[in-house]
């Protein structure tokens, strides 16, 4: 069984940080291409970022404006953002994802039928 499971959110004030966290099981964890998708109050799923299985290859989404770092450890089947500087716009429930097949790209957001984890709540409020 794939199982996916975020930690890590909370509730931060404006200019705050967070890292969340994405602990793997049941895949070849090293093998999968990984993303962050998030879905603020109301709205649809917004891909965030991208890593590739080495973690030598990532990409962000432009509105973040540089201030999310996605990264790997390989060792601990973990996934991880760090996000910085954040907004009351970031506020969302963030979910780890990938698609069956361990490949994907910029802006892709995998299919329910992928790999997903049941999501962490960021909260930055004023």
């Known amino acids: 069984e794939v199982r996916l499971v975020e930690s890590g959110g909370g509730e931060v004030h404006p200019g705050e940080s967070l890292r969340l966290s994405c602990a793997a099981s049941?895949?070849?964890?090293?093998?999968?291409?990984m993303s962050w998708i998030r879905q603020a109050p109301g709205k649809g799923l917004e891909w965030v970022s991208r890593?590739?299985?080495?973690?030598?290859?990532?990409q962000y989404s432009a509105s973040l404006e540089g201030r999310f770092t996605v990264s790997r450890d390989n060792t601990k089947n973990t996934l991880y953002l760090q996000m910085n500087s954040l907004k009351v716009e970031d506020t969302a429930v963030y979910y780890c994802a990938t698609n069956k097949m361990g490949r994907l790209w910029a802006d892709y957001i995998p299919p329910s039928d992928g790999y997903w984890g049941q999501g962490t709540q960021v909260t930055v409020s004023t």
């Open positions: 890593i590739n299985p080495t973690g030598t290859g990532t």
């Open positions: 049941g895949i070849t964890f090293s093998a999968y291409d």
